[in-house]
């Protein structure tokens, strides 16, 4: 099994920051991809951010200049630190990985419980 957990969610004013953090665990020789997407009240889910194991990485354009993704492959842990926050930004933050569980074996998908970032004076 593989477990991802996010942390670092809350409640923030506008313009402020957060930084959240996702561990993978459990039985993983290699991740590639890891990433972050939201989901706001009635919308679908979106991609905020994703980062190759080599450290490439793509943002929405919503969040360009913003936000910055990044990663401790030694400890299977993707970062978001989000700056100059805005109300838009509220949603449910997930965690994704794509994972290999053993040597010969394809990658799957994983996701996390998912963070909640609310942006509000």
């Known amino acids: 099994q593989v477990q991802l957990v996010e942390s670092g969610g809350g409640l923030v004013q506008p313009g402020g920051s957060l930084r959240l953090s996702c561990v993978a665990s459990g039985s993983i020789f290699s991740i590639n991809a890891m990433g972050w997407y939201r989901q706001a009240p009635g919308k679908q889910r979106e991609l905020v951010a994703t980062?190759?194991?080599?450290?490439?990485?793509n943002y929405a354009d919503s969040v360009k200049g913003r936000f910055a993704i990044s990663r401790d492959n030694a400890k299977n842990t993707v970062y978001l630190q989000m700056n100059r926050l805005k109300p838009e930004d509220t949603a449910v933050y997930y965690c994704?990985?794509?994972?290999?569980?053993?040597?010969?074996?394809?990658?799957?998908?994983?996701w996390g419980q998912g963070t909640q970032v609310t942006v509000s004076s």
């Open positions: 994704n990985a794509e994972v290999r569980r053993y040597r010969y074996s394809s990658t799957y998908d994983y």
């Open positions: 980062i190759t194991s080599g450290g490439s990485t």
